[in-house]
Structure formats: C-alpha cells, structure tokens
C-alpha cells in the first residue's frame, strides 16, 4: 500500500499539556519523523488558537468552529462535517476523542473510560459516551494503549469489538525530557534540599491525593525531613486534599508542597531528584509518569489496579489504593529500605526501555492501513 494521507487532530497541543497532550505531542514526532511513513496533515479544532508551542507545525489547519457547540452537535447528529475543511486525506486520527462524522475512515485514541466510570460536571466531556457511540456505529477504528482499556471498551461500547479486529493496542513511549536546566528558584526554595516523595498528575477523584496525604502522614513520622510534593493542576476536587492536609499535625501538613502547574523543566528536575513516586490512582488509562520516574531511575509506588500492573509489570511495588496504610508501608520501602529501592530502580530502568514513541508510530501506521483497508472492501 503506498503512503497515506492521514489528518490527525492536534488541538491538544495548544492548551497546557496534560497526559493527552504529551500523549499528542509524541505520536505527532514519532509519526513525523518516520520514514516512509503517512503524509500527516494537522488541524485543530476551535474559534481560537490557543497557546503557541515550538511543537506546533506551522501548516496546521484550523476547523474553525465553535467547539462547544460542535461537540454537543456530533453526540447527537451526524452534521456539521468536516471533510472540505480536513481536505483530501485517506484516514482521519481523532486524538482526544472529539471525533467529527467523516465520509473517511476513522481512528479514534481512547486514552481511558474515566468519562464513563467518573462522570465530568464539564459540558463537552458530557457529550463523550455518545459521541463515542456514534463514532462506533459509523465503523471507526479504536485506538488505546493497553490491553485493560480494551476491554473495558468492549464492555462499553461493543460486545464484539475486540472479536472484529475493530480494538488495536498500540501503547505509548515516554515523553521526552529536555536538556538539563537550571532549578526553579521558587520550587528550589521550598523543598530546600529535602529528600521528597513526588506525585504528578491532575488533582481530580481517581487520582486519589487525599489518601495519599493520609499515607505520606503516617511516612513522616518514621523518614525525617521527607516532603510530598503534589504537582499538577488543581480542580474543584482539591479542597477535599486541601481539607485533609490542613487536618494534619501542623508539623507534618508543612512538609506537604502544593505546586499547581508546573513547566516541562520544572517537571524533569522534579522526577530526577525525587527520593520515589507515588502514583495511587484508583482508575487508569495509562500513567505516563510512572514510566517517566522509571526512566529517571526513581523507584514508583503505584496502585494495585490492572492498567498500572500491566504498564509497570514487575517494576514497581503496590498497594491497595484505598488502604492509607498499605500505601504507607510501599512508600516507606521505597524511599528507605536500600535493597528493595535498588531493586525497583534496576526493574524500572529495564521497564521503561519496553515504551517508545519508535514503536508507536509502527503500530499506529500499521492501524491507518487496517482502517483504510477495511473501507475499501
């Protein structure tokens, strides 16, 4: 088969990145960068350009539209089409399960079921499940990166979706981390030296941060000195981790460090100097950070679910994710007990090297294949 022409949706590199924009972010380079691969041509979707990023191809096209609106209009009709603004393509990627009704065949990324197990207040992921379903029923291509997710899809959308071929595992790499730079004052003033235990992500229900707060309290009365560092956007959940931490021994809730948001740079000087990850989701799609600290040679604790048994394998010490105590005694090992923290670095370092951004683009090339293959019989 000769190259494709395939329109992929980058309009989750236009806002600040979260697990779907990096996610975005390498599929677009690693796809860009192969050889003999698909002619890519990028749009996004939106009355406004959103943020400006190096990443961002300049000839990225705009469908511009107003999302709201569009997303409510696609869960429930099969107008407008996008197909004149997308141009002549022989495959559309839709990355952030925004999927537009298309005369062309469809691949669709579902990072995760998190909109159907945990329902958003947010109007346009509101509309996901039903613009999901009708994408099913036009006969898209469903992408997702591991075999968990899968099945929960099936279970969902399908039954006998993963039986027709129409569910492909293709997993991610691990986002890349930039050259060395220096600390951010700010952030290197408050942990001010300090060992510290690291957790990266979105604060919303299944990331599970006040348990971990309970957890790192009953860590910081037997390992001196150590911090919980709580990186990531805050939402309207936060006041319930706020709420636990100010119950905490003043001695102890000064020990945890709220940074919100915090840059790319920042990010990678926090995973290299972080005594170990704690990453205690009750509910995952994938979990790219604790890849991220297996790469930086920082042993993880992560919650015994299937998604993080499956990304991590035997590389990272579990724990029930609603028992405060059990999270505890994983955490504790990990940053104190010499052997058993060597142990998880030497298995994380060997896991992290089965995820890369190579082997993604191979897999989601092979898929646009399947999808155009399959609408032409």
């Known amino acids: ?38 002619r890519l041509h990028p749009y996004a979707l939106g009355l406004r350009n959103g943020m400006s990023f190096d990443d961002v191809p300049s000839h990225i096209k705009r469908v511009r539209l107003p999302a709201r609106l569009a997303v409510e209009a696609w869960s429930r009709f099969e107008h407008p089409k996008v197909d004149r603004a997308l141009g002549d393509v022989d495959v559309v990627h839709t990355t952030n399960y925004v999927t537009p009704p298309s005369r062309h065949p469809t691949v669709m990324t579902v990072n995760d079921l998190s909109f159907v197990y945990q329902p958003s207040p947010d109007p346009v992921v509101a509309t996901f499940p039903a613009m999901l379903r009708r994408a099913v029923a036009r006969g898209a291509n469903i992408h997702v990166t591991t075999r968990q997710v899968a099945g929960e899809v099936d279970d969902v959308f399908g039954p006998g979706l993963v039986d027709a071929g129409r569910v492909s595992v293709v997993a991610f790499g691990i986002p890349p981390v930039g050259a060395a730079r220096p600390a951010d004052p700010r952030i290197e003033r408050l942990i001010g030296g300090r060992p510290y235990v690291l957790f990266i992500g979105t604060d919303e229900p299944r990331k599970n941060l006040p348990r971990l707060v309970e957890a790192f309290a009953h860590v910081a009365l037997d390992v001196p000195e150590i ?40 990010r990678s000087n926090l995973l290299g100097g972080a005594r170990a990850m704690a990453y205690p989701s009750t509910y995952e799609g994938f979990g790219f950070p604790i890849l991220e600290a297996m790469r930086a040679g920082v042993p993880v604790v992560g919650s015994d679910v299937a998604v993080l048994r499956e990304v991590a394998g035997d590389a990272a010490a579990f724990a029930d994710p609603l028992d405060s105590a059990a999270l505890a005694g994983a955490i504790r090992k990990a940053v104190s007990d010499g052997p058993i923290r060597q142990a998880l670095i030497d298995a994380g370092t060997k896991r992290a090297a089965c995820f890369t951004w190579e082997a993604t683009a191979v897999g989601l090339d092979a898929l646009y294949k399947k999808a155009a293959r399959d609408a032409a019989r």
């Open 1 to 38: 088969m000769s190259r494709l022409s395939v329109a992929i949706d980058l309009t989750p590199l236009l806002s600040v990145r979260t697990g779907i924009g990096l996610s975005v972010a390498g599929m677009w380079s690693a796809l860009e960068a192969m050889d003999d691969g698909p």
């Open 227 to 266: 911090l919980l560092v709580l990186a990531g956007r805050q939402t309207g959940h936060s006041k319930l981790t706020t709420d636990v931490i100010e119950a905490l021994r003043p001695d102890v809730a000064s020990r945890v460090l709220r940074l919100g948001v915090v840059s790319d740079d920042a």
